[in-house]
């Protein structure tokens, strides 16, 4: 007997996440958020990320991914995966990473998953904005993550409290921004920022001091009309550097 998907083959979870376009939308709001978690320095803790900030990145993705198009032991097994190298990063390190850390990256996953298809797409009706909330709702579960708000609209709220609670701007966020630019180049790197400022909250902008004027706007009408066209590929590799160029490339997902 064929195994359950974890998420269901019609859940828009799955054209969210089989698209390069938006993902990378996705990996850009939370590339400023996760340098604004107060918890930030776990992920300091082992050096990786600020060596390859794209690569580290890259790798929540992909892991996301792998859950989103498996079946449901396939997807149990690799979030239990990933609870497993965080215990032993917890054990390496002799503390615990505080809980409200896995519930900050679970809550980013949400909110960019939405505003990033709908920046690139169209607005999500609410019974679709409650399907994507209820995916990630139940990877949390899996992890033991307590308290999670069950229902969408509870959990805007509980959102709204993360974001006044949990982030600040450190020296940890200040330098994980300098390995951006690094890592990016000039040209990209303010790419990168003007696509933070069309998907991040108002209060990611006013920590990380965004500049209110925004002029990758305007070209995101044209970026939609290229896409249909099929003309999206060479701007996209415009974005990333060539080693990311086919990491990029597998994002993309057929129905």
């Known amino acids: 007997m064929a195994q359950p998907d974890f998420v269901p083959k019609k859940s828009i979870v799955r054209k969210i996440w089989g698209s390069s376009d938006t993902i990378l939308f996705i990996f850009a709001g939370s590339a400023a958020e996760f340098a604004l978690n107060k918890s930030v320095d776990w992920l300091y803790f082992t050096g990786r990320l600020p060596a390859d900030p794209i690569g580290r990145l890259f ?13 449901e032991d396939d997807a149990h097994q690799a979030i239990d995966q990933i609870s497993a190298i965080h215990q032993a990063v917890e054990t390496s390190r002799g503390s615990v990473i505080p809980p ?47 308290k999670l708000p069950r ?38 790197y303010r790419i990168l920022i003007e696509a933070q400022k069309l998907v991040v909250p108002t209060r990611v902008q006013h920590l990380m001091n965004f500049s209110p004027t925004r002029w990758l706007h305007p070209a995101v009408p044209v970026y939609r009309f290229c896409r249909k066209a099929g003309l999206d590929r060479p701007i996209r590799f415009l974005l990333l550097p ?7 490339d597998a994002l993309d997902r057929k129905p």
Do not use: C, P
């Open 100 to 146: 409200e850390a896995y519930r900050d990256v679970l809550y980013m996953l949400i909110h960019y998953s939405i505003v990033s298809f709908e920046l690139l797409d169209r607005k999500l009706s609410d019974r679709e904005k409650e399907d994507v909330y209820d995916v990630f709702y139940r990877m949390g579960m899996r992890m033991n993550l307590q």
């Open 151 to 188: 229902r969408f609209a509870d959990w805007l709220q509980d959102r709204q409290v993360h974001l006044d609670q949990d982030l600040v701007r450190s020296r940890y966020t200040d330098d994980l921004f300098l390995q951006y630019r690094k890592h990016l180049g000039n040209y990209r």
């Open 242 to 248: 060539g080693m990311h160029r086919a990491r990029i």
């Open 59 to 71: 790798s929540t993705v992909d892991y996301a991914r792998r859950i989103v198009f498996a079946t």
